[in-house]
């Protein structure tokens, strides 16, 4: 079993930046995979990011490409989604989640979800 807790939302003028934090309980947290996922009201849940277990492979949406880094130190348990130059439309309840080792780009083939952290950027 593994439980996620996020946090380190908020909310940002446009322009401005976050960084989202995900720890994470369990002893074989160092070989799950992490990805990074928001829901908008009114939409999908959409991926975002992700990081495999050992970090070196990572995805990102196009949408965030450029502008939002991950990274995990898992000597603390707890990986970080950075995120720079917040558009409004990066505006949503974002949420960490994992699967064994390797990365997964759909909400379906993560096992285990923190509870989600509001963001919000004002125009």
């Known amino acids: 079993q593994v439980q996620l807790v996020e946090s380190g939302g908020g909310l940002v003028q446009a322009g401005g930046s976050l960084r989202l934090s995900c720890v994470a309980s369990g002893r074989t947290f160092s070989t799950y995979a992490v990805g990074w996922f928001r829901q908008a009201p009114g939409k999908e849940r959409e991926f975002v990011a992700a990081l495999s277990w050992n970090i070196r492979k990572t995805g990102y949406a196009e949408s965030v490409k450029g502008r939002f880094s991950g990274s995990r130190d898992n000597a603390k348990n707890t990986v970080y989604l950075q995120m720079n130059s917040l558009k409004p439309e990066d505006t949503a309840v974002y949420y960490c989640?994992?699967?064994?080792?390797?990365?997964?780009?759909?909400?379906?083939?993560?096992?285990?979800w923190g509870q989600g952290t509001q963001v919000t950027v004002s125009s």
């Open positions: 989640a994992a699967r064994p080792y390797n990365l997964a780009y759909t909400p379906r083939d993560y096992d285990y």
